[in-house]
């Protein structure tokens, strides 16, 4: 089934994954971003020491004022990268499933690119989804073993950012997960619809 911006009359509103407005669903999202922090910091970590047993991967001291401002400063230049490139990578998948060009858009403490008045089908929306968290880090996991060692902090903060930023992603993909392989999706940025088709006899009491 391929993208479409002309919904089939049998199609309607099914559900709303609204995690702007969801205060539970921010909660528990909060939560596990706390544990994908923790648990990709080991992660890459433990990836460093394995193909560059002589670095040690990402090296944070804090003695001074100055190695303060120097750690916000490499906090603030890895975010910056990360949203530019991992929304980037929404983008090309959206504009793959489309043929159309996304839009982009930063609101508040979040950026996102989104296609609304499309509806993708569910598969395509959950490559669309998962597509920054796996090609970066993987991407990231070459990049740790050849990178120079004064680089190591700075690719470890952007890696760890872009799992721990991927939260509200994963949280659309398994939503998804659990819908019914038919369904169309449709992405507004902040929240996304997802699109059924009415039973047989739905449709004929109409």
Same mark, same amino acid.
């Given at each position: 089934m391929p993208s479409t911006q002309q919904l089939s009359p049998q199609y309607r509103l099914a559900g709303v994954l609204d995690i702007k407005h969801d205060r539970k669903l921010l909660l528990w999202l909060n939560s596990a971003g706390l544990v994908i922090t923790i648990a990709s910091i080991f992660l890459f970590g433990w990836w460093t020491r394995m193909v560059r047993p002589d670095q040690a991967g990402m090296d944070i001291t804090v003695h001074s004022l100055l190695d303060i401002l120097i750690l916000f400063g490499w906090v603030v230049l890895a975010s910056v990268l990360v949203v530019i490139i991992h929304e980037a990578i929404h983008g090309v998948f959206f504009w793959l499933f489309t043929g159309s060009r996304p839009i982009f858009a930063f609101k508040g403490a979040y950026a996102y690119a989104a296609a609304p008045g499309w509806y993708l089908p569910r598969g395509a929306y959950m490559l669309t989804g998962l597509a920054p968290l796996v090609i970066l880090s993987l991407a990231g996991? =070459? @990049?740790?073993? @050849?990178?120079?060692?004064?680089?190591?902090?700075?690719?470890?903060?952007?890696? @760890?950012?872009?799992?721990?930023?991927? @939260?509200?992603?994963?949280?659309? =993909?398994?939503?998804?997960?659990? +819908?019914?392989?038919?369904?169309?999706? +449709?992405?507004?940025?902040?929240?996304?619809?997802?699109?059924?088709?009415?039973e047989k006899g739905s449709l004929e009491s109409e």
């Amino acid at each position: 089934m391929p993208s479409t911006q002309q919904l089939s009359p049998q199609y309607r509103l099914a559900g709303v994954l609204d995690i702007k407005h969801d205060r539970k669903l921010l909660l528990w999202l909060n939560s596990a971003g706390l544990v994908i922090t923790i648990a990709s910091i080991f992660l890459f970590g433990w990836w460093t020491r394995m193909v560059r047993p002589d670095q040690a991967g990402m090296d944070i001291t804090v003695h001074s004022l100055l190695d303060i401002l120097i750690l916000f400063g490499w906090v603030v230049l890895a975010s910056v990268l990360v949203v530019i490139i991992h929304e980037a990578i929404h983008g090309v998948f959206f504009w793959l499933f489309t043929g159309s060009r996304p839009i982009f858009a930063f609101k508040g403490a979040y950026a996102y690119a989104a296609a609304p008045g499309w509806y993708l089908p569910r598969g395509a929306y959950m490559l669309t989804g998962l597509a920054p968290l796996v090609i970066l880090s993987l991407a990231g996991l =070459v @990049v740790l073993a @050849v990178a120079p060692a004064s680089w190591l902090t700075l690719i470890t903060l952007a890696l @760890v950012i872009n799992a721990s930023g991927s @939260v509200g992603d994963l949280a659309a =993909v398994i939503w998804l997960a659990r +819908q019914p392989i038919n369904c169309l999706a +449709q992405d507004f940025g902040d929240r996304i619809e997802i699109y059924l088709p009415l039973e047989k006899g739905s449709l004929e009491s109409e």
